[in-house]
């Protein structure tokens, strides 16, 4: 089974880059429902893209869980450090480039979302090939990427008023 670990890996590639860029537009596509807000963008803040990253790469790592997760004791700890490797890497990306060039066109922002995701899973693939995470407690990884979560549903409807959750187009937080 530890043989298909890169294949598993492209899967979620795949599965993460699709579905998050669907998130990207699901708020706007249910005419601003509540109901989606949690999970898609709500607005062109950085931390409402990040969410297109970490919810998709959640819910694939509880399928990939469910087939291979038996076969690595340190699953939900190499799925925590993939995660939040991605969150981090987009606003580390774009406020490098941005603050390199003055502004960060779309298409830019784009490549950046399809970058982060796929060195995720790279860092995934090698973590779980060499066994280089000592996993002592897959319970409080899984109850960090929890936290997380409920950060970003939190923060949909009561952010922060600092650049991190401002959209750049009309100057709002959130929704």
Same mark, same amino acid.
């Given at each position: ?8 890996? !492209? ?5 993460t880059?699709?579905?998050?860029? !669907?998130?990207?537009?699901? /708020?706007? =596509? ?21 969410? *297109? ?14 087939? #291979?997760? @038996?076969?690595? @004791?340190? +699953? =939900?700890?190499? @799925?925590?450090? %993939? #995660?939040? +490797?991605?969150?981090? *890497?987009?606003?580390? +990306? ?6 390199a060039f003055?502004? &960060?066109?779309? =298409?830019?922002?784009?490549?950046? +979302?399809?970058?982060?995701? %796929? ?7 090698? *973590?779980? @090939? ?14 960090? !990427? =929890? ?8 923060? &949909? ?7 991190? /959750?401002?959209?750049?187009? &009309?100057?709002?937080? %959130? #929704?």
């Amino acid at each position: 089974m530890k043989n298909s670990i890169s294949v598993w890996q !492209l899967a979620g590639f795949i599965f993460t880059s699709v579905f998050g860029v !669907l998130l990207h537009f699901l /708020f706007d =596509w249910s005419g601003g429902s509540v109901s989606v807000a949690p999970f898609s963008a709500v607005n062109e803040s950085i931390w409402e893209h990040l969410k *297109l990253l970490f919810f998709p790469m959640l819910i694939f790592a509880f399928i990939e869980n469910r087939y #291979i997760g @038996k076969d690595y @004791k340190n +699953f =939900w700890c190499v @799925k925590l450090i %993939g #995660i939040l +490797f991605g969150v981090v *890497l987009i606003p580390v +990306f774009y406020y490098l480039i941005n603050g390199a060039f003055g502004r &960060t066109p779309d =298409w830019v922002n784009i490549v950046i +979302f399809f970058v982060a995701v %796929g060195l995720s899973y790279l860092i995934e693939s090698w *973590l779980f @090939k060499n066994n280089a995470v000592i996993c002592k407690s897959p319970k409080t990884a899984l109850l960090t !990427l =929890w936290i997380v979560g409920v950060l970003f549903i939190v923060f &949909t409807f009561v952010p922060p008023h600092i650049p991190l /959750f401002q959209d750049p187009m &009309t100057g709002d937080y %959130g #929704i």
